[in-house]
């Protein structure tokens, strides 16, 4: 993988796509999890964009870790580059829990058959199995609000710590010296 674009690092590319993607990914799968007619209208891009975000989640960290090994370590960009390592666990959750609410949404509303009296698509089918259950379904959209504040806590640390370990200190100089 090149550790730059045009003479710019890779990594700070590449987190601003993850900075916006987790979070989206994050906050699509709460609202699936808490309104029915809202993981129906975004059936499909709960699991798209989560499924996105855990791509790019392991394209950052490597990304980052070459720019780690071309500049001069910090205590701040050590805890920066554990904190990062810790995001993809909390990806793979929260990806499993958003295809998990697909798949339940999908044989929820699929059609009992293609004859006059069929259950339109997007309509609740009269069958239950295992998997339909509501007390299932519940359950996964519990621990997918779990993992979705979990997720964005997770990614306001880790920018948080980036930020620290790239702006602090450049702007004290300026101020303090306008102070005087």
């Known amino acids: 993988m090149p550790s730059t674009v045009l003479g710019l690092p ?3 590319l590449v987190v601003h796509a993850v900075v ?7 906050l699509l799968l709460a609202a699936s999890a808490v309104s029915p007619r809202f993981r129906r209208w975004a059936l499909w891009a709960t699991p ?5 975000g855990l791509v790019l989640v392991p394209v950052a960290t490597s990304s980052g870790e070459d720019l780690e090994h071309s500049i001069q370590p910090t205590p701040a960009l050590e805890a920066h580059t554990e904190l990062g390592d810790t ?19 999908r044989r929820r509303t699929i ?3 293609d004859g006059p009296g069929a259950a339109r698509v997007g309509a609740p089918s009269d069958t239950r199995s295992g998997l339909d259950s509501p007390v ?5 959209a519990v621990l997918a609000l779990v993992a979705s504040l979990a997720t964005m806590v997770q990614v306001v640390r880790i920018g948080h710590s980036g930020a620290n370990a790239v702006w602090k200190g450049t702007g004290q100089s300026a101020s303090s010296t306008s102070d005087k």
């Open 136 to 140: 299932l379904v519940r359950a996964v």
């Open 48 to 52: 798209v964009v989560a499924v996105l």
């Open 111 to 113: 059609p009992v058959s």
């Open 10 to 12: 890779l990594h700070p």
């Open 87 to 105: 995001l993809l666990p909390f990806m793979i959750v929260l990806t499993v829990l958003a295809v998990a609410l697909f798949v339940l949404e």
């Open 20 to 26: 916006v993607i987790v979070p989206l990914a994050a």
